[in-house]
């Protein structure tokens, strides 16, 4: 019901941007979310827009490096990432919240539906 893409294998400094195609009913009503997992670490949050995208969250590791953005017309979600750097090494997984949960969270656990994820590799 959500399917990320974009990711691949890049070198520090390049940009990607993953999109996040959903399937999933009154996407345009959910917040929504990417989070990351590396190898060994928890899950951890990265950024989240609200179900209009009129506000916008980030993690303090990716502020001013990365743009969450969505179409809700074409139910997608984006998530631009710029400067990259081997840090930013793990699989990106997109997530909406529950319908009728209006505010973000930056909890996976709060979150309904998970995409199956899309790795990216920052390495030289």
């Known amino acids: 019901q959500l399917q990320a893409s974009g990711g691949g294998l890049v070198r520090p400094g390049d940009s990607l941007r993953l999109s996040c195609a959903a399937s999933?009913?009154?996407?345009?009503?959910?917040?929504m979310a990417w989070f990351r997992q590396a190898p060994g670490k928890e899950r951890e949050f990265v950024a989240a827009i609200t179900d209009n995208g009129g506000s916008t969250y980030y993690a303090d590791s990716v502020k001013g490096r990365s743009t969450i953005s969505r179409d809700n017309r074409k139910n997608t979600l984006y998530l631009q990432m710029n400067n990259l750097a081997p840090e930013d090494t793990a699989v990106y997984y997109c997530?909406?919240?529950?319908?009728?949960?209006?505010?973000?969270?930056?909890?996976?656990?709060?979150?309904?539906?998970w995409g199956q994820g899309t790795q990216v590799t920052v390495s030289s």
């Open positions: 997530a909406s919240r529950p319908r009728g949960y209006y505010s973000v969270s930056f909890s996976a656990n709060e979150y309904e539906h």
């Open positions: 999933i009913s009154s996407f345009s009503y959910r917040p």
